[in-house]
Every structure is written in C-alpha cells, then in structure tokens.
C-alpha cells in the first residue's frame, strides 16, 4: 500500500479485497511453477521458420533430412515435446544403471587399438587419464589401461555429440525458428 518509493515502486490503492485477490493469483502461480504436472504449456511455436530452415540447413543438414529421418516429425510430436527430443534427444543411461536399457541411438561407441595393432570395441562404459573401459560385443567388460608412451590410440564415435555441441550455441531465437520449421514437416 505504501510502496516503496526509494527503490521506484510506486504506492498503490488498492482495497482489501484487491489484495486479497493479488495475494492468491502469485500464490497460484508459485503452485504452479511448484507442480510442474498442472503447468499448462502454451503457445512455444514462435519463431520463423525461414530463419529455422536455414539454420537446419547450415548446422542439421549433414546428419538429418526433412525427407527422410525427419519426414512428418511434427505430425508424431507435440511443439513442446518436438522442441524436448531436438534439444535433448536421448536420456544417456549406462549398463547397469537402473531404468530402462541404453537406448543405442545415443549409445557412445569406442575402438581402442593397442600398440601390437589388436583392436576392441565396444559400448563406452568409462574414461579417465588411465585407462578405458568398454562392454564388447559379448557383453564382456574390457578394462585396457592407456599406455604413456601414446602408442595406444582411441577413437570415440558419439551419435549425439552435434546435438551436445549445438545446445551450447542455441540462442533463444534459435531454438524457437527451428521448432516453428520442424513444425512445418507434417
């Protein structure tokens, strides 16, 4: 009611019953932020999807394509959900961790060939500065320690690493005109 005009908010008059009713809409809205299941998402389809065309072309292109992968991708999803599996397009698990099994679309995959030429490969369990561990084709656990004379070479093949890339670069503007051109491939 007074204000607080030292820091530029104005006094208001208003009645016991308008802040009453001011009062319950910002508890509302902490309630709903808090319970994220009664959230209703609105409108997230904003952008140009010009600009988002031409942003899939210059950075989405090489590995996807409106008319093949990605063909009628708007008719399978929602807006938030489309704009959910682009920005994070798999839940990473590991061998071992509870839930659901890796899903081999994002599983990391790596060949480690050893300095007597011997290759293994396998599903990327862990790295560090020492050693290597994979789960081989026989569903083996493969330990190899890394050699300091560099003799031993990795190669790490990531399906999502452009996906990890680009959520660094998005603008806002950008995540938006892409999901208003993924929306157009009905």
Known sequence: LNGRPAQGMPKFAFTDAQIKDLAAFF???SQAVANRME???????????????????????????????LAHIAAKFD???LQS??????TRRYPGQPGPPPDPKGQVTATVTMPDG????GSLLAQDDF???LLDANG???TIPLEDNGMTKVEIHDPLLGHEQLLKQ???????????????LK
Do not use: W
């Not at 988002?52 to 072309?57: K, P, R």
């Not at 011997?118 to 490969?121: E, G, I, K």
């Not at 998005?170 to 892409?178: G, L, Q, W």
């Open 27 to 29: 508890v509302s809205r």
């Open 39 to 69: 959230y209703k998402i609105l409108n997230v389809v904003t952008g140009n999807p010009e600009a988002g065309h031409a942003y899939f072309d210059a950075h989405c292109a090489t590995c996807h394509s409106a008319a093949g992968d």
């Open 79 to 81: 807006p938030p959900a």
């Open 85 to 90: 599996r682009f920005l994070y397009p798999v």
């Open 118 to 121: 011997q290759t293994v490969s």
């Open 131 to 133: 050693s290597i561990t």
């Open 140 to 142: 083996q656990r493969r």
């Open 170 to 184: 998005y603008t806002d503007a950008d995540m938006h005109n892409i999901l208003a051109y993924l929306e157009t």
